[in-house]
C-alpha cells in the first residue's frame, strides 16, 4: 500500500513533504482507519488533489468535499461527494454534517479565518465518532493557535471526562482525537 505522502507528492497536493509536509505527521493518527469504512470530510477543495488523495489512501472510504465555489462540483466522482456550502455559515456546515456524518476524519482545509475554524471545529464536534481525528490545517493566527491551548489544556486537566482524547501540534496543523 501507498504511504500517505507518497499519494500526496503523486496527486501534487500542497499536503505532501514537497511542501508543506503535513501527510508524514497526519499518517501516524490515519494509518489504523486506513482500510476501514471510514467517512472523512474535507472543507476547501482546492483543485481536488488532496480529495484523489485521501480516496486512494482510504480505500473503502467516503470522502466528501465541501468548498464555497460552484464549480468545485466537477471534482466528485468515484466514492467522492462534492457539496457547495460557506464554512462560516454555521447552517451550512450544518446541512453537510447532517447528510454525510458522523465523520472519523475531518480536515479543515478552508479560509484559514480564525472565526471561521474555531466555529466550525465546534459544530463538528457533534459529528465526530469517538475514535475520529479532526485535522485544523494552516493555522496563522494567534486566536486559533490560543483556542487549541485552551483545548489542550482541558485534555490534559479533565482526561477521561472529556470527548477529546489528545491533540497534537506540528508547524501550522493540528490533530485532534476523539474518544
Do not use: C
Not at 3 to 22: A, E, I, P
Not at 81 to 105: K, N
Not at 127 to 141: A, N, Q, R, S, V
Amino acid at each position: 500500500m501507498d504511504t500517505l505522502d507518497r499519494l500526496g507528492r503523486h496527486y501534487g497536493t500542497d499536503k505532501s513533504s514537497d511542501r508543506l509536509d503535513y501527510l508524514n505527521f497526519y499518517e501516524r493518527f490515519l494509518a489504523p482507519l486506513q482500510d476501514r469504512p471510514i467517512t472523512l470530510l474535507e472543507i476547501g477543495v482546492g483543485e481536488g488533489r488532496s480529495l484523489r488523495m485521501w480516496r486512494d489512501y482510504f480505500l473503502q472510504g467516503r470522502i466528501i468535499g465541501m468548498d464555497i465555489v460552484p464549480d468545485k462540483i466537477q471534482y466528485k466522482g468515484d466514492r467522492i461527494t462534492i457539496e457547495i456550502g460557506d464554512q462560516a455559515d454555521a447552517d451550512a456546515i450544518r446541512s453537510v454534517a447532517e447528510a454525510h456524518g458522523p465523520f472519523d476524519v475531518v480536515v479543515d482545509d478552508a479560509g484559514h479565518v480564525p472565526s471561521a475554524q474555531i466555529s466550525t471545529f465546534i459544530t463538528l464536534s457533534t459529528y465526530m465518532k469517538p475514535g475520529g481525528f479532526y485535522i485544523l490545517e494552516d493555522i496563522m493566527e494567534q486566536t486559533t493557535a490560543d483556542y487549541l491551548l485552551r483545548l489542550a489544556s482541558i485534555i490534559i486537566s479533565q482526561g477521561h471526562h472529556n470527548v477529546y482524547g489528545s491533540i497534537s501540534f506540528r508547524h501550522l496543523t493540528s490533530v485532534i482525537g476523539f474518544r
